[in-house]
């Protein structure tokens, strides 16, 4: 089992339209996620992090965080065709978990805002 | 503010010659850093992890070796290239606070022929 894991895509959301993207992770004492997006042949760039349980707000981006389902989502409202690009999810692994603090990231989701 | 600078942007090295790849941080002191590298398609598998001067853990044993010789830096090595070893190469650099964040140099895309 992938420690975290993605629908690979790709997700085409009209112009406009709520894109929503879904992220599921193993390891129990993850504590912190993080959400990117990827263009090709760039690097990722931060989104957000949200590390409690609920809903985290900024801007036209939505995270949602459920610890007890092991589920990380993000949501992108009024979708443009620049938000086209690969999603990556992360999870850190917790400071009171033994070890380093391990990023693990998820093989991403391919997003597609037709115009 | 605090930037992760990483060179080179692109590399191209035959099989069996060896690799030198410099990541810096600045604006911040004792900074956890991390290498990736992103096969073509593929995720970010991770490397090395570094919380401070000469502390290395490997997450993949491979032909590559990491080294921090100084807190703001972290260097990626190998003494012979594979084919295998192509990829982006990224540096990050993970803040330690309440709302942390992971942050990503600009990478070095590396061909190996």
């Known amino acids: 089992q992938k420690e975290v894991e993605q629908n690979s895509g790709p997700l085409s959301v009209p112009e406009g339209a709520i894109a929503s993207l879904n992220c599921t992770y193993s390891?129990?004492?993850?504590?912190?996620f993080f959400w990117y997006r990827q263009y090709s042949g760039k690097s990722p760039e931060l989104i957000m992090s949200?590390?409690?349980?609920g809903d985290k707000e900024d801007g036209r981006f939505t995270a949602q965080l459920n610890k007890a389902s092991q589920y990380v989502s993000l949501l992108i409202r009024d979708s443009q065709p620049s938000d086209s690009a690969t999603y990556l999810c992360?999870?850190?692994?917790?400071?009171?978990?033994?070890?380093?603090?391990?990023?693990?990231f998820g093989t991403g989701t391919k997003l597609q805002v037709i115009p | 503010s605090q930037t992760i600078h990483q060179w080179p942007a692109t590399l191209v090295q035959p099989v069996g010659s060896p690799l030198s790849l410099e990541c810096t941080v600045e604006?911040?002191?004792?900074?956890?850093l991390y290498w990736y590298r992103q096969a073509a398609g593929r995720g970010l598998q991770l490397l090395f992890y570094?919380?401070?001067?000469?502390?290395i853990s490997s997450e993949v044993p491979q032909n590559l070796s990491a080294s921090r010789p100084q807190d703001r830096q972290f260097i990626l090595s190998s003494k012979k290239l594979l084919l295998s070893d192509s990829g982006f190469y990224l540096c990050?650099?993970?803040?330690?606070?309440?709302?942390?964040?992971?942050?990503f140099g600009s990478g070095t895309q590396l061909s190996v022929l």
């Open positions: 990050a650099w993970r803040t330690q606070s309440i709302n942390e964040k992971l942050f």
């Open positions: 390891d129990r004492v993850s504590q912190s």
């Open positions: 949200i590390y409690s349980n």
């Open positions: 992360a999870a850190v692994r917790g400071w009171n978990s033994g070890g380093y603090q391990k990023v693990t």
């Open positions: 604006g911040t002191s004792n900074p956890n």
């Open positions: 570094s919380v401070g001067i000469g502390q």
